[in-house]
């Protein structure tokens, strides 16, 4: 419905390569070229990984940022924290979606300029309704939202449709059908959320880490600033303490920098020391993608945490009774930037 050119929703700058029938990927870094079978398997499992696996808030919509924040000067301690869904799948369209011969991919792949596109509205609208499948209809039972004041008082100001300006709060707008809105399920959601991606490997893979020279990273900051190049592939310890039953094994990628004026796609694996940029992600060894869109402005650099569920991946693989894990982070956009100052697998309440 977006493509003919001679309507209001239709836009010129837009990546020509994935014009309907073309299936999009779901990660930066799946060729266009792939099968159609493999494209679904991937874009099954990056929802899984992004939306299924993220099972708290700060998983899934993302961590603390108050007002008066300066991000320009943030460190590990204080880095703001996007949630899987977007900077995994939501990114990921945006970054395909925007047309790679102009300067950052406008308009959907650069933050100053994908308001322009209608499909901007109808993608977020998309989001909005994963939201209400996150809550409500995975497995396990209904999932719940930060409840942190700042968050749920938090004020916007706005004109309505009399020109009237009315002031609403964040918690007014949870509830969706308050706001007169109703998502009908998608067709497609029980194929992700019931997605079962198969092991590639059923062994750990730190003995061969070892012999092969990977390094032991531990929590920042005793490491240092890390170079990840095009690959870094690191062993990193779990908790000795028997998980608390209310909770979730999370990796955290401690204080990674990114630079912020173009594309940044970063993918992480967990038991692949050998992990490239054409490694499959349909398996249980993906643990998800991080992508940032170009922005211009002052602050040329943004450093932030970014962290996945690996308890599930685990047990997938056969590794859940293992002191130590292999974790891979693979760039495929932007490499010589990205910088990161530690791993750290830990409990996070539910």
């Not at 395909?96 to 950052?104: A, E, R």
């Not at 809550?135 to 020109?163: K, T």
């Not at 890390?226 to 908790?239: D, E, Q």
């Not at 920098?257 to 173009?262: A, F, L």
């Amino acid at each position: 419905m977006f493509t003919p050119a001679n309507t209001a929703i239709y836009e010129e700058k837009r990546n020509k390569n994935i014009q309907p029938p073309v299936i999009v990927p779901l990660a930066a870094s799946t060729p266009l070229n792939d099968s159609n079978s493999v494209k679904i398997d991937k874009n099954l499992n990056n929802m899984y990984q992004s939306v299924v696996t993220a099972s708290t808030a700060t998983l899934f919509m993302g961590g603390i940022v108050r007002a008066g924040d300066d991000l320009s000067n943030a460190s590990v301690v204080n880095a703001p924290l996007g949630g899987g869904i977007e900077n995994g799948v939501h990114n990921a369209i945006h970054f395909y979606v925007g047309d790679s011969t102009t300067q950052l991919s406008q308009d959907m792949g650069n933050f100053a300029t994908a308001s322009r596109d209608p499909i901007f509205y109808a993608h977020h609208s998309n989001v909005d309704r994963l939201w209400e499948v996150w809550r409500y209809n995975l497995p396990g039972g209904e999932r719940f939202d930060h409840n942190d004041p700042d968050f749920l008082n938090a004020q916007f100001v706005f004109y309505d449709e009399r020109g009237r300006m009315v002031r609403v709060l964040a918690k007014d707008a949870l509830d969706s059908k308050k706001l007169g809105v109703y998502y009908q399920k998608g067709e497609s959601d029980d194929l992700w959320i019931n997605y079962n991606p198969p092991a590639f490997t059923s062994v750990s893979a730190v003995a061969e880490a070892l012999a092969s020279g990977v390094p032991y990273i531990g929590a920042a900051p005793l490491n240092g600033t890390i170079n990840i190049g095009t690959k870094f592939s690191a062993i990193v310890k779990r908790p000795t303490e028997k998980k608390p039953s209310n909770s979730v094994e999370v990796l955290t990628i401690q204080g990674l920098e990114t630079v912020r004026d173009e594309f940044v796609a970063l993918l992480a694996f967990v038991n692949l020391p050998d992990a490239g940029p054409s490694t499959p992600t349909h398996t249980a060894e993906y643990l998800g993608t991080f992508n940032i869109i170009a922005a211009t402005g002052r602050t040329k650099k943004l450093m932030t945490n970014v962290k996945y569920e690996i308890g599930d991946n685990l047990r997938r693989i056969g590794i859940q009774d293992e002191d130590e894990v292999v974790i891979t982070l693979v760039a495929t956009k932007s490499y010589p930037a990205l910088t990161f100052q530690g791993f750290d697998i830990d409990y996070e309440d539910k």
